[in-house]
């Protein structure tokens, strides 16, 4: 399965802090932001750590976009969630290249715990570089989630 709970919620996601430093505890060790990954900053707000509130009966909040750098060349990703409710929350991730093209790297209806860390890993199904990674949440009217997205280059 490609999502599984890694952990408590760690107080960089909590707390939305944006660093390079902020610590994840993974199978009760402490795991420190890779080297070669960075987060991705949410379009509108030029944050890392998004947290939202669905609404499902006016259809809002269900789309974050984040950008992605251009003259990186990554070679992998891994969106990140943390919910505030247990639930099923149906979770796309799709993929927006320079040339208007869009490809779904990642589509399921996933039942999540709250307070648990999931890890949501993929890569271009083109093999293309995208210029905007949007991940698509819906679910329960009312449910809060925090999102992220690391992007990696090969090492």
């Given amino acids: 399965m490609l999502i599984k709970p890694l952990c408590l919620l760690s107080a960089g996601l909590l707390f939305g802090l944006n660093s390079t430093t902020v610590l994840a505890q993974m199978n009760n060790k402490v795991e420190k932001l890779p080297k070669n990954c960075q987060y991705l900053k949410e ?5 890392s750590h998004i947290t939202k509130t669905i609404d499902s009966i006016i259809g809002k909040n269900f789309d974050t976009d984040f950008a992605v750098p251009t003259g990186i060349k ?19 991730i799709n993929l927006k290249y320079p040339d208007n093209s869009v490809s779904t790297a990642f589509r399921k209806d996933v039942v999540m715990q709250r307070y648990k860390s999931y ?27 925090t999102i992220a997205v690391m992007a990696c280059k090969g090492r």
């Fill in 43 to 47: 379009v509108a707000t030029n944050q």
């Fill in 74 to 92: 990554f070679t992998s990703f891994k969106g990140f969630m943390v919910t505030q409710n247990d639930g099923t929350y149906g979770v796309t």
């Fill in 119 to 145: 890890s949501l890993p993929f890569q271009s199904p083109t093999k293309n570089l995208p210029y905007q990674i949007n991940l698509n949440i819906n679910g329960n009217n009312k449910n809060v989630y």
